[in-house]
């Protein structure tokens, strides 16, 4: 179990380094909106990831209607999580839309690039 936290760890805090640096950078330019809506959606990405590690323990060790129930309800409940970024940022002039969509592929951004860049790269990799 120590080994699943260290990875939610090192991926929601790289999640959230490159959020918060993203948004910076467009509110510096003045792009506000962009900013803030992307952040929004990127802290509930590392939300829903970390729901995704909390819950997959509860499946193991099942039947298979338990499994299949507990399975579906956990999808639901993160597929609301994701959406409410998204509806706050078509009510709230103050978020962009797109950007809030774009935040919500944050933490599956940084595992593709962690997996494809710093993996293949020696000096970078930990032994």
């Given at each position: 179990?120590?080994?699943?936290r260290?990875?939610?760890?090192?991926?929601?805090?790289?999640?959230?380094?490159?959020?918060?640096?993203?948004?910076?950078?467009?509110?510096?330019?003045?792009?506000?909106?962009?900013?803030?809506?992307?952040?929004?959606?990127?802290?509930f990405?590392?939300?829903?990831?970390?729901?995704?590690?909390?819950?997959?323990?509860?499946?193991?060790?099942?039947?298979?209607?338990?499994?299949?129930?507990?399975?579906?309800?956990?999808?639901?409940?993160?597929?609301?999580?994701?959406?409410?970024?998204?509806?706050?940022?078509?009510?709230?002039?103050?978020?962009?839309?797109?950007?809030?969509?774009?935040?919500?592929?944050?933490?599956?951004?940084i595992?593709?690039?962690?997996?494809l860049?710093?993996?293949?790269?020696?000096?970078?990799?930990?032994?």
């Amino acid at each position: 179990m120590d080994k699943d936290r260290q990875i939610l760890k090192k991926y929601s805090s790289q999640a959230m380094f490159v959020a918060i640096i993203v948004s910076v950078i467009f509110i510096a330019f003045g792009f506000k909106s962009v900013g803030k809506g992307f952040l929004l959606a990127s802290i509930f990405s590392v939300i829903n990831f970390g729901l995704i590690a909390f819950l997959n323990p509860f499946i193991l060790g099942r039947t298979r209607f338990k499994t299949g129930s507990f399975a579906f309800l956990s999808i639901t409940i993160r597929y609301a999580l994701l959406a409410i970024p998204l509806v706050v940022s078509l009510k709230n002039d103050s978020l962009n839309f797109y950007a809030a969509a774009a935040g919500l592929f944050t933490v599956q951004f940084i595992i593709i690039f962690n997996q494809l860049v710093i993996n293949r790269i020696p000096s970078i990799r930990k032994v």
